[in-house]
């Protein structure tokens, strides 16, 4: 039988539907994996004074772990004189995404992380421990190389990570403000992300600090990283890779905590503002560099994040939505 035009379009769209319906992410199988049989317990939000620390190795090694989340860029960034020290391939900070040193509430902060692992990781699809998932932003958000896991470096963000913890049991605990707070799910399910509006918002609010570019403001001087962050357009940000490529991440982070001075309480963008920005910020034709072998990250289609987005791999609905046929 010889097929129609109109047939074969009917055709293509019934495949395309149930390749991506039998490959959506599910949630409750990702939900069944982190189990550790642990319940957690509801706890307060609560950050302890670092200047209560003991003048003692302990206090040091905290404190300088707090100086690297801070600084990164000087201790161990692309431009530091002592070479064999440049482990960041940017000239970021680990707070430009973990604000105020990690204990700004909903912007992945680390109060209580250290208890949180060994977890399972739906992006290696394997039980992480907090050395590699510190060394996983090592090579994506800052676009470097691993930390030796016995060096002083990753002994010192382990020790900070450690500190803002404690109180908290092995195994975590429910303590709101710890993850990032998420978009309305139910809007991005029906609805592709808006690249013209994003622009828009992204020029009314973000530009004034990022630039129109995406370049940000660097400081002046060596070593002395970026006043606001680059967003795109050089080697100098956040790789294909990092999860602040990933657009519901990004909407998510931003939501809560863009532009400088928004919280979960009193955001200044809508949901779809945040989805929008977040399209156009990490749209293809704005350049980032690359993450080597990106293409094994989330080798499980069960648990795959839906906003995973690889050209000639996943379709234009991993990156821009909507994600109702993604996720079950």
Known sequence: MKLTSKKLVLLSALVSFVTTSALAFEPKELKKREDRGFKKPKMEYVVPNIDELPDNEYGKLVKYGKELIV???K???????????????????????HLDAGTKKYSAPFIGTY????????????IGTLTARINGCMQRSMNGYPLPAEGKEMKAMKAYMHFLSQGYPVGGANVEGRRLAKIDRKMIKQNKADL?????????????????????????????GYMFPALWGTDDTYNKGAGMYRILKAADFIKSNMPLGATKENPILTDKEAYDVAA????????????INRTSDFPDERVKAPDVYRPNMESKEHQFGPYGKIIK
Not at 281 to 288: E, F, I, K, L, T
């Open 71 to 73: 600084h990164t860029y």
């Open 75 to 97: 201790y161990i960034g692309p431009e530091v004189d002592d070479v064999s020290m440049r482990y960041a391939g940017n000239n970021n900070s680990c707070q430009n995404c």
């Open 280 to 291: 156009y910020m990490n749209q293809d034709s704005h350049y980032r560099p690359e993450k």
């Open 115 to 126: 208890g949180e692992f060994p977890q399972y990781r739906p992006r290696e699809d394997a």
């Open 196 to 224: 013209e509006n994003g622009k828009v918002v992204y020029t009314q609010h973000c530009a004034s600090c990022h630039g129109a570019d995406g370049l940000g403001v660097k400081n002046p001087g060596k070593a002395n």
